[in-house]
């Protein structure tokens, strides 16, 4: 089955880093543009960064920018987000998606991984 799987989520305190990580399943990370995106209790699913494939430009949402970046290793098939100076508004369910029509810019992720948490509390 074609997908993302997610890892590195966890709890932190407010001001702390962590480093999330993503790798797709059945498909190689070389030819596909890649986002990370996050869904709050109670709140829609919103974009965080993205990353082409190739050039690797990334995008940012501006509420991220300075704080979270994207980055990926098409050696190890792998996708990162570090995020430094976590905030408890940070807290959410991580997802990657990519593939299909989806060039960070315009389109829609075909595929979608099952997310991580993250929590951020004192």
């Known amino acids: 089955q074609l997908g993302f799987v997610e890892s590195g989520g966890g709890l932190v305190h407010p001001g702390g880093s962590l480093r999330l990580s993503c790798v797709p399943s059945?498909?190689?990370?070389?030819?596909?543009?890649v986002g990370w995106f996050r869904q709050a209790p109670g709140k829609d699913k919103e974009a965080v960064a993205c990353i082409r494939e190739g050039s690797g430009v990334t995008y940012y949402t501006d509420s991220m920018r300075g704080r979270f970046t994207i980055s990926r290793d098409d050696s190890k098939n792998t996708v990162y987000l570090q995020m430094n100076n976590l905030r408890p508004d940070d807290t959410a369910d991580y997802f990657c998606?990519?593939?299909?029509?989806?060039?960070?810019?315009?389109?829609?992720?075909?595929?979608w991984g099952q997310g991580t948490q993250v929590t951020v509390s004192s």
């Open positions: 059945g498909f190689t990370l070389q030819f596909a543009a």
């Open positions: 998606g990519g593939g299909g029509t989806y060039v960070c810019t315009e389109g829609d992720p075909r595929y």
